[in-house]
């Protein structure tokens, strides 16, 4: 492996976690490790990979914001950070998520670093969702920026909105999220018949703004109206002891009305996920209003053949493509579900249709070759 850094990834998550930011960042990194010279700055120590690239310990932390919680810690890791990127002299630093991004660009801003590395953000996050003091602190930092991606135009509208009209704006590159590689290809045998039951799905990070309540009445009304012929699938990403203990009750709740017909996981890995997905129907995403800057499950299950619901959530309805797809409450994913369930014909068009969709916009070659030409682009060769 060559010594000198062409690419340096930021994350604010270890990549042992589960979450879309660590899952996009694994992408990106099998993706380019070929072309460039790739490295890995990110909480946590990696216990295996296969990624074959550099990584540095930092801290046994597995997210970045345990450290900020203990500000002698954090600074510490600022510090190290810094130390990597002087070291390193890489061409081009690209953070993944906010944290890493605010300290990168902290140290250009104090000019702890050199000025000339090219510095890219992927913000994975709505700007809607930030409260007035976020906002104006990314206002701030952002002149410190070479290039900001977003994962959708829903997103990227309202970053430019609030941007470009800065002393210096960046460039504007959107670059769709894909399920990866593990999801490029379908399996036949696993593909769920139609039959007189329907499997429903809910699967993400537990948080409020996820909104696991929705999911939860929703299957309660769809067991009012279909009884026996529902079963509900939860697949559910826990970072802490508190919201794993949350999502055990909910999960007993869940048990209580639907008995067998439901099964629950916590913290699964992606190849689990993949049979997940084959398992469904219908994928419901519960997102509150204008939370997602994308919706990676949605992709996940599409790519598996499963029809997918979202609500007003932001960037997921632009990933849906349908609007008869988008609820608002859940009588109406209720009614949504009941009429697909009624009419098995319309449920096989939509599956296709969806398999159809995610490989036209969002492929695995269609999120690397965009990688790869904004990296080609600021890399000297």
């Known amino acids: 492996m060559k010594e000198n850094i062409n690419i340096l990834l930021m994350c604010d998550n270890g990549l042992e976690t589960v979450g879309g930011e660590q899952e996009s960042t694994k992408i990106i990194i099998r993706g380019v490790k070929d072309a460039f010279t790739v490295g890995v700055v990110q909480p946590g120590l990696l216990k295996k990979s296969n990624l074959d690239v550099k990584f540095y310990k930092l801290t046994t932390a597995t997210r970045i914001k345990h450290l900020v919680k203990r500000p002698l810690s954090f600074l510490n890791y600022i510090r190290n950070v810094r130390k990597i990127i002087n070291r390193e002299n890489p061409e081009v630093i690209h953070t993944q998520a906010q944290v890493s991004f605010f300290i990168v ?21 709505l700007y809607t969702k930030y409260n007035a003091f976020f906002k104006k602190l990314f206002r701030f930092f952002i002149l410190e920026l070479d290039v900001l991606v977003t994962t959708t135009e829903f997103n990227m509208k309202y970053w430019i909105k609030a941007t470009s009209k800065q002393g210096k704006a960046p460039a504007y590159k959107i670059i769709e999220n894909t399920a990866g590689e593990l999801f490029e290809s379908y399996n036949n045998a696993l593909e769920k018949p139609i039959s007189s039951k329907i499997v429903v799905g809910f699967a993400g990070r537990y948080c409020d703004w ?14 009012e109206m279909l009884g026996e012929n529902l079963e ?13 203990v949350e999502t055990r009750n909910m999960f007993n709740e869940l048990k209580g009305f639907l008995g067998d017909r439901f099964n629950g996981q916590i913290n699964i890995d992606i190849e689990a996920m993949d049979n997940f997905y084959y398992g469904l129907d219908i994928f ?12 990676r499950t949605l992709v996940e299950a599409m790519s598996r053949k499963t029809i997918v619901l979202t609500t007003n959530a932001g960037g997921s309805v632009e990933v849906v493509g349908e609007d008869g797809n988008v609820c608002e409450n859940t009588d109406e994913f209720v009614h949504k579900v009941n009429e697909l369930y009624k009419n098995k014909s319309k449920m096989i068009d939509e599956k296709e249709k969806n398999f159809k969709r995610v490989k036209d916009v969002y492929s695995l070659n269609n999120n690397i070759s965009k990688h790869t030409k904004l990296y080609s682009s600021l890399v000297k060769r």
């Open 105 to 125: 660009a902290l140290l250009l801003k104090t000019r702890l670093i050199s000025s000339n590395v090219k510095f890219v953000h992927t913000e994975r996050g």
């Open 210 to 223: 996820k909104n696991w309540p929705l999911a939860l009445e929703i299957s309660r009304k769809l067991n």
């Open 232 to 244: 509900v699938e939860m697949a559910v990403g826990c970072l802490d002891e508190k919201s794993e």
């Open 284 to 295: 419901i995403l519960t997102s509150n209003y204008n939370t997602e800057s994308f919706g």
